[in-house]
């Protein structure tokens, strides 16, 4: 009997060139930028097997997140109107939001674990996360579970 598949989230920086770059010829076949598979490992710079072994085994997080609900975490400062701006993120970003949990605020930091569900008009969900933690006041976004 066959394990089963098991998947990981990591961040860009720990993903090997060769993965990018097959996302990469991935991304621009799809837009039809270039009419042939061989076009775009020439235009990336891998070969066609490297891209054949990989094609199935990597896609950028949001390819994968449609009708998923994740689970997010945030270490936020007890600021007035933050909570806010991280949700209008989350709305400007097309996703729903199903649970939100904020602790009570210890030394001016709290806890804040959000549940929000990837529609079929939710834009890059990883652009999402990036916006988050763009924000004054906000110290890490990480991404707990994805069902």
Known sequence: MAEPTKYYVVTKKAV????????????????????????AVDAVGISRSSFYKYK?????????????TITLSLQ???????????????????????T??????????ASLSIS???????K???????EMERRDGVHGVKILAKE
């Open 16 to 39: 090997p060139d060769v993965l990018l770059k097959v996302v990469e010829a991935k991304r621009l076949l799809e837009s039809e930028k270039v009419p042939t598979i061989q076009d």
């Open 116 to 122: 929000v569900q990837a529609l079929q008009t939710t």
């Open 56 to 68: 199935d085994d990597i896609f950028p997080f949001h390819d994968n997140t449609q009708g998923k």
């Open 76 to 98: 936020i400062e007890d600021e007035p109107g933050l909570l806010s701006d991280v949700l209008k993120v989350i709305a400007q970003f097309g996703a729903n939001i199903l």
């Open 100 to 109: 939100i949990h904020q602790s009570i605020p210890i030394n001016g930091m």
């Open 124 to 130: 890059d969900f990883s652009g999402m996360l990036e």
